[in-house]
């Protein structure tokens, strides 16, 4: 029987069903190993026909290749609209029968906000990249996250949803000036921010703001909201921490006049609707029950090659299987898939994300000749730009051990779901105190104030975006997710707007399913000025915890440690363990005389038909602080343009090539 509790997912017998083992890491993910075996999602007849080794499977509209905040949106505005559009997502539904029977407990990964970590570590809702930072091997391995014979753990979102079904769940608007840089770059109006600013209104359910407040939406299919202020009654040492050093009045970061470049500081939006995350899964469904002869989810398929007739894109050639990826925890090269084609009467969009929507275009012969040539790859068009410019944050935290544990998270026992009193809270939104029903520290991210702020008064836009959090977070690790609860305080500092666009994603050889080679060449471009904001940041951060409201229930800082003080300290600090998980910009849009172009303003790949990119891989320059929001708005600015370019061209499904 389903409680009777819209916002609970679970059955009245949730106890029964959550398996504690699954909880530990170690025994989960021996567990799984163990358990995990090929699969195959079922795929609509009117896409698939039968499951056979058939290489041909049929023909729709539009096919999307990822179910992320890149080509969510866009599908699910396609099918919408009476066009049949297949989606192609590598990953799995992690609330899905197939995910359930490996393991009982992937949707509460997936739905539990304070789970963030460990979703973005679970075997069924992740893939690990590994990345480099720098050329030079010995800066590299200074990096106390490094790897040896792999490099720095990145990771992505690898099921039905894409990075939003892992992510940290910060919804913020980026500036305005990122969307009119791109309008003057092309002479492409249409991007001013005056008129991207629909595209937010469009896809936001605002729970947090007032009626009919300026620049937001309220019914649209992302629930944004704010953590239960009942946190600081019942907390108030967790107030404490977090408003230390605030000297300004709030501001509401998503409001118009932030994102003109306000500083202050805010408390953090998330794409959360009252306890459980939100993101592309959900709408994708909705949109697949109302038009269910439209939308085509086929999970469990991994895109290996775009299908061309010349210079036309006509198609995706994909294999089906689980776990066919070598960034896939359980990936085994012996593994033989089924391959299968799949043909678009009218276009195919590429939403496959940062490193693999480029590594998927030069397989399919598109990007700079000479690396193409390398591998025996047929050009197709040469463009140089495809997996150049790859750009970043740089990030680095403070953290701070604590007195003693926070009161809201000291009964937590995240490895004990049966008797976690936290857990039970966040199910039934009863918890001892509170004047109202509470969901508890579960059903937030961890994540409480923040400041946006500018490292030098001279710039134009702030550039510095810190957060406080409830954990002991020092960046992107093997086992991070097992950081504690409420023992410790972290300062994230993220400096946006950086100038280092030197980074590569290059192909390492022809097999889809190896992972490229990916190197961010940190600092390369701008990077003393960079530098010294992020020792900026730091110092502020550290001037929060020096307050005497904060001090109070401070024990010692643990990073960067009492005995890195110095500029120049903290400097090669700052270079030996920064960190980013915003990658963006390797298929930039960009005006007809830049020979880097990818893309013109309309997603289209420059020197080939009926192809498009619409994913993060688009932008010139890394938007705003946080993307998700970012790369919704042009997933449904993509699908407008799409749409009205579709009234202009007939289905020419007779010029399709299908052997």
Same mark, same amino acid.
Not at 280 to 307: C, P, Q, S, W, Y
Not at 393 to 406: D, G, H, M, N, Q
């Given at each position: 029987?389903?409680?009777?509790?819209?916002?609970?997912?679970?059955?009245?017998?949730?106890?029964?069903?959550?398996?504690?083992?699954?909880?530990?890491?170690?025994?989960?993910?021996?567990?799984?190993?163990?358990?995990?075996?090929?699969?195959?999602?079922?795929?609509?007849?009117?896409? /698939?026909?039968?499951?056979?080794?058939?290489?041909?499977?049929?023909?729709?509209?539009?096919?999307?290749?990822?179910?992320?905040?890149?080509?969510?949106?866009?599908?699910?505005?396609?099918?919408?609209?009476?066009?049949?559009?297949?989606?192609?997502?590598?990953?799995?539904?992690?609330?899905?029968?197939?995910?359930? /029977?490996?393991?009982?407990?992937?949707?509460?990964?997936?739905?539990?906000?304070?789970?963030?970590?460990?979703?973005?570590?679970?075997?069924?809702?992740?893939?690990?990249? *590994?990345?480099?930072?720098?050329?030079?091997?010995?800066?590299?391995?200074?990096?106390?996250?490094?790897?040896?014979?792999?490099?720095?753990?990145?990771?992505?979102?690898?099921?039905?949803?894409?990075?939003?079904?892992?992510?940290?769940?910060?919804?913020?608007?980026?500036?305005?000036?990122?969307?009119?840089?791109?309008?003057?770059?092309?002479?492409?109006?249409?991007?001013?921010?005056?008129?991207?600013?629909?595209?937010?209104?469009?896809?936001?359910?605002?729970?947090?703001?007032?009626?009919?407040?300026?620049?937001?939406?309220?019914?649209?299919?992302?629930?944004?909201?704010?953590?239960?202020?009942?946190? *600081?009654?019942?907390?108030?040492?967790?107030?404490?921490?977090?408003?230390?050093?605030?000297?300004?009045?709030?501001?509401?970061?998503?409001?118009?006049?932030?994102?003109?470049?306000?500083?202050?500081?805010?408390?953090?939006?998330?794409?959360?609707?009252?306890?459980v995350r939100v993101s592309l899964r959900e709408?994708?469904?909705?949109?697949?029950?109302?038009?269910?002869?439209?939308?085509?989810?086929?999970?469990?398929?991994?895109?290996?090659?775009?299908?061309?007739?010349?210079?036309?894109?006509?198609?995706i050639e994909f294999m089906r299987g689980s776990?066919?990826?070598?960034?896939?925890?359980?990936?085994?090269?012996?593994?033989?898939?089924?391959?299968?084609?799949?043909?678009?009467?009218?276009?195919?969009?590429?939403?496959?994300?940062?490193?693999?929507?480029?590594?998927?275009?030069?397989?399919?012969?598109?990007?700079?000749?000479?690396?193409?040539?390398?591998?025996?790859?047929?050009?197709?068009?040469?463009?140089?730009?495809?997996?150049?410019?790859?750009?970043?944050?740089?990030?680095?935290?403070?953290?701070?051990?604590?007195?003693?544990?926070?009161?809201?998270?000291?009964?937590?026992?995240?490895?004990?779901?049966?008797?976690?009193?936290?857990?039970?809270?966040?199910?039934?939104?009863?918890?001892?105190?509170?004047?109202?029903?509470?969901?508890?520290?579960?059903?937030?991210?961890?994540?409480?104030?923040?400041?946006?702020?500018?490292?030098?008064?001279?710039?134009?836009?702030?550039?510095?975006?810190?957060?406080?959090?409830?954990?002991?977070?020092?960046?992107?690790?093997?086992d991070f997710s097992l950081m504690p609860f409420?023992?410790?305080?972290?300062?994230?500092?993220?400096?946006?707007?950086?100038?280092?666009?030197?980074?590569?994603?290059?192909?390492?050889?022809?097999?889809?399913?190896?992972?490229?080679?990916?190197?961010?060449?940190?600092?390369?471009?701008?990077?003393?000025?960079?530098?010294?904001?992020?020792?900026?940041?730091?110092?502020?951060?550290?001037?929060?915890?020096?307050?005497?409201?904060?001090?109070?229930?401070?024990?010692?800082?643990?990073?960067?440690?009492?005995?890195?003080?110095?500029?120049?300290?903290?400097?090669?600090?700052?270079?030996?363990?920064?960190?980013?998980?915003?990658?963006?910009?390797?298929?930039?849009?960009?005006?007809?005389?830049?020979?880097?172009?990818?893309?013109?303003?309309?997603?289209?790949?420059?020197?080939?038909?009926?192809?498009?990119?619409?994913?993060?891989?688009?932008?010139?320059?890394?938007?705003?602080?946080?993307?998700?929001?970012?790369?919704?708005?042009?997933?449904?600015?993509?699908?407008?343009?799409?749409?009205?370019?579709?009234?202009?061209?007939?289905?020419?499904?007779?010029?399709?090539?299908?052997?």
């Amino acid at each position: 029987m389903k409680s009777k509790d819209t916002n609970n997912r679970f059955p009245d017998d949730w106890d029964v069903k959550i398996n504690r083992r699954s909880f530990n890491r170690g025994l989960f993910v021996a567990g799984l190993t163990a358990a995990v075996g090929p699969f195959f999602s079922t795929v609509d007849a009117a896409v /698939s026909g039968r499951h056979s080794r058939h290489k041909r499977l049929g023909v729709v509209d539009y096919i999307v290749v990822g179910s992320g905040p890149g080509g969510g949106p866009v599908a699910a505005r396609l099918a919408k609209a009476g066009y049949t559009v297949a989606v192609l997502e590598a990953g799995i539904d992690p609330e899905g029968k197939k995910a359930l /029977s490996i393991d009982p407990n992937t949707e509460l990964f997936y739905q539990v906000p304070a789970f963030a970590a460990a979703a973005a570590e679970h075997p069924l809702l992740s893939w690990d990249f *590994y990345v480099k930072h720098y050329s030079d091997a010995v800066q590299q391995a200074r990096d106390s996250k490094f790897v040896p014979n792999k490099g720095i753990l990145y990771p992505r979102g690898s099921a039905l949803g894409g990075s939003a079904a892992h992510d940290a769940m910060l919804f913020i608007y980026p500036h305005d000036q990122d969307w009119d840089d791109i309008a003057e770059m092309t002479g492409d109006e249409s991007w001013r921010a005056s008129r991207m600013r629909r595209y937010f209104e469009r896809l936001e359910k605002c729970e947090y703001c007032q009626p009919l407040a300026p620049g937001h939406g309220f019914r649209g299919y992302i629930n944004a909201s704010l953590f239960d202020e009942q946190v *600081y009654e019942l907390a108030p040492e967790i107030q404490d921490l977090a408003e230390a050093g605030q000297e300004n009045t709030p501001i509401e970061t998503n409001d118009p006049i932030v994102a003109q470049g306000a500083t202050g500081s805010f408390k953090t939006p998330m794409h959360i609707a009252t306890k459980v995350r939100v993101s592309l899964r959900e709408h994708l469904l909705d949109i697949r029950r109302k038009h269910r002869n439209k939308l085509f989810l086929i999970t469990g398929a991994l895109a290996t090659k775009v299908l061309m007739r010349g210079k036309r894109a006509i198609g995706i050639e994909f294999m089906r299987g689980s776990s066919l990826y070598e960034a896939d925890k359980f990936y085994d090269p012996n593994v033989q898939p089924s391959t299968f084609k799949l043909y678009a009467r009218r276009e195919v969009i590429l939403s496959a994300g940062v490193f693999n929507t480029p590594q998927l275009l030069k397989l399919s012969g598109i990007g700079p000749a000479a690396e193409l040539k390398a591998f025996g790859i047929k050009v197709v068009t040469d463009l140089p730009g495809v997996g150049q410019n790859l750009q970043d944050r740089y990030e680095i935290s403070v953290v701070a051990e604590l007195k003693k544990a926070l009161n809201l998270y000291k009964e937590c026992l995240p490895t004990d779901p049966l008797i976690d009193p936290c857990l039970r809270a966040w199910l039934t939104g009863q918890w001892p105190g509170a004047a109202s029903p509470f969901y508890g520290p579960y059903a937030n991210n961890a994540a409480y104030n923040g400041r946006i702020v500018k490292s030098n008064p001279r710039r134009n836009l702030p550039d510095l975006f810190l957060v406080g959090q409830a954990t002991a977070f020092n960046g992107f690790v093997p086992d991070f997710s097992l950081m504690p609860f409420g023992t410790a305080w972290t300062w994230l500092v993220l400096k946006a707007r950086t100038n280092n666009t030197a980074g590569i994603v290059t192909l390492k050889s022809t097999n889809p399913r190896e992972m490229p080679e990916i190197n961010f060449n940190y600092f390369q471009e701008g990077g003393e000025e960079d530098l010294q904001a992020v020792v900026k940041g730091v110092k502020l951060a550290r001037s929060f915890l020096n307050e005497p409201q904060a001090e109070q229930h401070v024990a010692q800082e643990l990073y960067p440690g009492s005995d890195i003080q110095t500029d120049e300290e903290l400097s090669q600090y700052i270079r030996d363990e920064a960190w980013g998980h915003h990658a963006a910009c390797t298929a930039k849009i960009g005006s007809d005389n830049d020979p880097a172009a990818v893309l013109d303003s309309r997603f289209r790949v420059r020197g080939v038909k009926r192809l498009r990119v619409v994913d993060a891989c688009v932008f010139p320059r890394v938007p705003g602080y946080f993307p998700v929001a970012a790369v919704m708005m042009i997933s449904e600015k993509a699908a407008d343009v799409i749409l009205k370019d579709a009234k202009r061209a007939p289905r020419r499904a007779h010029e399709l090539e299908m052997s």
